[in-house]
């Protein structure tokens, strides 16, 4: 471990990231991992996770494969990680997915899969992770959700906006449950980050017109948005909760 | 990288650090609070820091490590800011980092605030701010890089304690400060960004409060059920003036153990 990296307190910290077999929740899984946390990496895509494990430095990581639609399942993955780790110190809430797709044409199918993957997930493996917290009077949630949560999104993310706001919401709720327990919760509001997802049904052209809206004239690197969810996550942002961290090269200038 | 994230200058590689070692770092109100807590965890991050301040019996006791150096200036007169920054450049021929930490707090209620009181607070909150960057962004233009903080106040949000007006204000545009600025340096690579701090435990923050009512105020109305520390504020700027803070400008960052929720 880089020595630079022990002023994070991360060292010996039990981890779950969702999210983690690409983008920002793999590289938040990474860094996590460079900086001495024993980290649960899930994600859906069972190939994904596993490989993103394999890369991982140091040791005692764990690969979960976990469809966050199953309310059952983030309740066992919360409960079989404290319980095999002893603890839980951190949870990432990074995983959601995301369909360009006209607003005339969210039927009520899409509608419950974006809430419920996205934030439905988020809210019970909150409340499993707080209660896994508790006992040890310190904790850590970062909820990942996106300037489309304020200002609506690119086009065709109606629904995704929508439950972007409510991790928002839920993160200021949870942050005012879990704080008397020494446990902080913070939103992270990436802009646009260069990730699969972003370049999602964009084309060369909405995604040229996205970057040159963005102040610093590019798009992040999933690291560069990850970094921001570590700090949160680390001994670094001790007095910071409810916040929604903006990395996004100066887009919302929030 | 790809075409959308050309000019990136930092490594996606996970064990990347701070990057600090060897950043010119100049912190203005470092005599004490929140200033003096920054600039001496920049100096242990491996920093060369220049610390600021008008309170020189305050700088005395800094712990800068063996490349720092102190200045004492008044830095509501601009001459003065362009003294102090042009003084960094001619010992170190550079500035990376600039924290704007120094400001004062009287509490005077509405009625009772004249010109000379609203003078004194601007001046030494927000025109030192501008007068700051603004010297220090020529330097930061020609290096193509650069990370400037300018420290605000949750009273920036919600008007501050009882008869806080001026120093409301002045912090209002601390954040406009911040936010025009960043606009304005984004394409030569220099992020700026503003920190509310609310409820650290300095003799600023419980200015005008007895000890209860500081316990209470803070103890029972935030989240966290307590008041701050101004090494918690100094390690949130260590996020934004490091490597890790590339993709972050233009932000309000609040430090406030969650007493606003905005």
Sequence with gaps: MSPELSILGLEGRVAIVTGAASGIGKSAAEILAASGARVTACDVNADGVKATVKGFAGTGHTAEVIDLADLAACDALVKRTAKREGRLDILLNVAAVLRRIDVEQVDEAEWDRLMNVNLRSQYFLCRAAGEAMKPRKWGRIVNVSSGAGLVGGFVGATAYAITKAGIMTMTKSFAKDLGPHGITVNTLSPGAIDTPMQRTGMTKETLESARSRIPLGRMGLPAECARGAVFLASDLASYVTGHILAVDGGFLMR | ?262
């Design chain 2, 1 to 262: 990288m790809s075409e959308l994230t050309a000019g990136v200058t930092v490594s996606a590689d996970p064990g990347t650090g701070f990057g600090l070692a060897g950043k010119v770092a100049l912190v203005t109100g470092a005599a004490s609070g929140i200033g003096r807590a920054t600039a001496e965890l920049l100096a242990k991050s491996g920093c060369l820091v220049t610390a600021v301040d008008i309170n020189h019996k305050g700088l005395a006791g800094l712990d800068l490590g063996d490349n720092g150096s102190t200045d004492v200036a008044d830095l509501s007169v601009p001459a003065a800011c362009e003294q102090v920054v042009a003084g960094v450049l001619a010992r170190r021929k550079r500035l990376d980092i600039l924290v704007n930490a120094a400001a004062i707090l009287r509490r005077v209620p509405i009625a009772e605030v004249d010109a000379a009181l609203w003078e004194k607070m601007m001046d030494t909150n927000l025109l030192s701010q501008f007068a700051m960057c603004r010297a220090a962004a020529r330097p930061m233009r020609e290096q193509n890089s650069g990370r400037i903080i300018v420290i605000s106040s949750t009273a920036a949000f919600n008007g501050g304690a009882d008869s806080s007006s001026v120093y409301a204000i002045g912090k209002g545009g601390s954040l406009a400060l911040a936010k025009s600025l960043a606009r304005q340096l984004a394409s030569h690579n220099v992020t700026v960004n503003a920190i509310c701090p609310g409820g650290i435990d300095t003799p600023m923050g419980r200015h005008g409060f007895t000890e209860d009512s500081w316990n209470a105020h803070y103890a029972r109305s935030v989240p966290l059920k307590r008041a701050g520390q101004p090494e918690e504020v100094a390690k949130a700027i260590l996020f934004l003036v490091g490597d890790w803070g590339s993709y972050v400008t233009g932000h309000t960052l609040d430090v406030e153990g969650g007493l606003m929720l905005r």
